[in-house]
């Protein structure tokens, strides 16, 4: 059974850093690509991060872009989003998603739609 578990998310300083776990059971990080999710109140959720599974390439959103990092640990079967210099527009409900096994385009991963299976999410509040 395919199951994601997020933790890490605090109430935080702007400026602050904070690292998102995503821990998954059911199958491997290295066999399907992980992505992360975010929805602001009021907002519609929006794709923030993926990984390949198969590749190693990496996708972030232009607003995160050089403040954002993912990463994974094979052996603790956890993908990872370190989050440096955040901002109160970072505050969020941040969800881990996986898509099946494969890999296809770097389009393919933009859509909410090819991730079956989501996490509960992870609040994430920046505030001063």
């Known amino acids: 059974q395919v199951q994601l578990l997020e933790s890490g998310g605090a109430l935080v300083q702007p400026g602050a850093s904070l690292r998102l776990s995503c821990a998954a059971s059911?199958?491997?990080?290295?066999?399907?690509?992980i992505g992360w999710f975010r929805q602001a109140p009021g907002k519609e959720r929006e794709g923030v991060s993926w990984?390949?599974?198969?590749?190693?390439?990496?996708y972030y959103t232009d607003s995160v872009k050089g403040r954002f990092t993912i990463s994974r640990d094979i052996a603790k079967n956890t993908v990872y989003l370190q989050m440096n210099s955040l901002k109160p527009e970072d505050t969020a409900v941040y969800y881990c998603?996986?898509?099946?096994?494969?890999?296809?385009?770097?389009?393919?991963?933009?859509?909410?739609?090819?991730?079956?299976?989501w996490g509960q999410g992870t609040q994430v509040t920046v505030s001063s």
């Open positions: 059911g199958f491997t990080v290295d066999s399907y690509t």
């Open positions: 998603a996986a898509s099946g096994p494969g890999a296809y385009s770097g389009s393919y991963y933009v859509r909410e739609s090819n991730y079956p299976y």
């Open positions: 990984m390949s599974c198969c590749d190693d390439s990496t």
